[in-house]
């Protein structure tokens, strides 16, 4: 059964501030990944979709890898401003076991 | 990106009476929506798989005549919680799936999810 973990759980930067989030899967078979990010009280918003035959994807300040074989995914957010701050989560689209998410990473960017 | 809207965005109700949530996808046709539920400060819990035109397929633990699920059209889902509980009071959570052709379920789009509150 596949298993999402995302590290940090929480995270506190200085503006300005590039930083990485990390998302780890166990099952490498798998259709796509997904990056979301979600506001207090709120539903989630898409930001970046990589299927599993694309390596990255990249939307304005945020660029997102996928390795497959490890199991793994970065979010790279560069130059972090205080509306960035938000919970981060990933989720992998399964081999027959739909998305798949992981618990997020509580993000703060302090101005 | 997909729109995807989600009604009523708060609602209050009385121990013992039903709260209808729907879910729509406003730009494109969604044949797969999902439910969730989302505890404070946790990650979401799927709750349910809703496909257009068949029944809606529950995550163990979940009851079925409880949340009661529909998706007439390939627009629209609905959440009935019937005869709703305090303990059923809980951020609820839409999203539906856009395909693109690929394999996978699709792209997910969520709605902007649904605070109960049963008194």
């Known amino acids: 059964k596949q298993e999402v973990t995302q590290i940090p759980a929480a995270l506190s930067v200085p503006e300005g501030e590039n930083l990485v989030l990390n998302c780890s899967f166990t099952?490498?078979?798998?259709?796509?990944l997904q990056w979301f990010r979600q506001d207090p009280g709120k539903g989630l918003t898409s930001l970046l979709l990589?299927?599993?035959?694309?390596r990255e994807q990249t939307s304005g300040r945020l660029n997102a890898s996928l390795d497959k074989s490890s199991g793994r995914s970065t979010l790279y957010i560069a130059a972090s401003q205080p509306g960035d701050s938000a919970t981060y989560l990933c989720?992998?689209?399964?081999?027959?076991?739909?998305?798949?998410f992981g618990p997020g990473t509580r993000l703060s960017v302090l101005p | 990106g997909a729109v995807v809207s989600q009604h009523p965005s708060r609602v209050i109700c009385k121990s013992g009476t039903s709260v209808k949530i729907e879910c729509r996808s406003l730009?494109?046709?969604?044949?797969?929506m999902f439910w969730y539920r989302q505890f404070p400060k946790q990650s979401l819990m799927l709750m349910a798989t809703?496909?257009?035109?068949?029944?809606?397929?529950?995550e163990q633990g979940v009851e079925k005549d409880k949340f009661l699920i529909n998706h007439a059209s390939l627009t629209l889902s609905t959440l009935t919680v019937t005869s709703a509980h305090p303990e059923d009071s809980s951020f609820y959570i839409c999203?539906?799936?856009?395909?693109?052709?690929?394999f996978g379920t699709g792209e997910l789009f969520f709605g902007e999810g649904s605070r109960l509150t049963v008194l």
């Open positions: 730009d494109f046709q969604a044949t797969t």
């Open positions: 990589i299927q599993s035959s694309q």
């Open positions: 999203s539906a799936a856009r395909t693109s052709g690929s």
């Open positions: 809703s496909n257009e035109g068949s029944k809606a397929t529950y």
């Open positions: 099952d490498s078979a798998i259709y796509n």
């Open positions: 989720a992998v689209d399964n081999y027959g076991q739909n998305f798949v």
